[in-house]
């Protein structure tokens, strides 16, 4: 057998997305936030959501970024579904070139102190067995397309070599990567071209869901950024045009700035009635 479903979901609402005072990061490594309580929630939605799903569609195996946020998101997933989370590098956050620090993330051992359903560097080695691992000293986007274009032409051998029995997977990661590995596992050419004439661009709300599914030699999307199964829907959507990382300061700052105009130019307009 082969693989025939590919699931690719983005962790959820990130702590330090809220104001500010925000607690330490339970690993101590800068930019490594836990989930807010609401990204909580939203992983116990997701994992209700993949739960539901058929039988035969249902993930047999959980790669996550090795970042807490991304193994957070899997965990009442791997309690639903019974099987343990793997970590990955090659599915690691994206950081440009040039930012102040370029965190690398905890190991099984760090991790595994917080999450009961973690595996081990025997069963699947974080750095070594795929071997694909971001620079630390940061990505163009150039980069994480050809960062996630090489981690799936080593990713499917070493799998399927190891696993021959599974046929689908689910891999949590971050907005960026969600969208690179999408875009090239689907044969595009960099994360910035659409999807169609229509401008469709893979979506990547906190917590949302991509599905691929093995048609012949290609993999097609079947499921784009689904967010149906959360109670307050899409939130923190993000796409490389945005022209910040995803998730990041300037990021949010820009998203206030942004809600702040559209409700003044709300007030305007009450005003003008």
């Not at 595996?119 to 150039?142: H, M, Y």
């Amino acid at each position: 057998m082969a693989l025939k479903h590919i699931y690719i979901a983005r962790h959820g609402y990130r702590m330090n997305w809220l104001p500010p005072p925000h607690p330490p990061n339970p690993t101590g490594i800068d930019s490594d936030p836990p989930l807010a309580p609401h990204g909580v929630d939203q992983a116990k939605e997701l994992a209700e959501y993949i739960a539901s799903l058929p039988h035969n569609q249902q993930p047999q195996f959980i790669l996550s970024s090795p970042f807490y946020r991304c193994v957070e998101t899997g965990e009442p997933i791997s309690k639903a579904l019974d099987i343990p989370i793997v970590l990955e590098r090659g599915v690691g956050e994206w950081y440009k070139v040039g930012r102040g620090v370029i965190p690398e993330p905890a190991n099984y051992d760090a991790l595994s102190k917080f999450f009961s359903h973690l595996s081990n560097a025997d069963e699947w080695d974080r750095d070594k067995t795929v071997g694909v691992v971001p620079s630390l000293t940061g990505e163009t986007e150039t980069d994480i397309f050809a960062r996630c274009k090489f981690f799936w032409s080593k990713f499917f051998s070493v799998f399927e070599s190891k696993y021959p029995h599974i046929e689908n997977i689910l891999i949590i990661t971050h907005a960026a990567t969600k969208i690179a590995l999408g875009m090239s596992l689907m044969g595009f050419n960099d994360v910035f071209e659409y999807l169609d004439k229509d401008e469709t661009v893979l979506r990547a709300g906190a917590c949302s869901l991509d599905k691929y599914q093995k048609v012949g030699e290609t993999w097609e999307l079947k499921m784009n950024g689904n967010c149906e199964f959360l109670s307050q829907g899409e939130e923190m959507n993000w796409d490389f045009h945005s022209g910040f990382e995803a998730g990041s300061d300037e990021d949010i700052k820009a998203r206030r700035l942004a809600a702040e105009r559209e409700k003044q130019a709300n007030q305007d307009m009450q005003v003008r009635r």
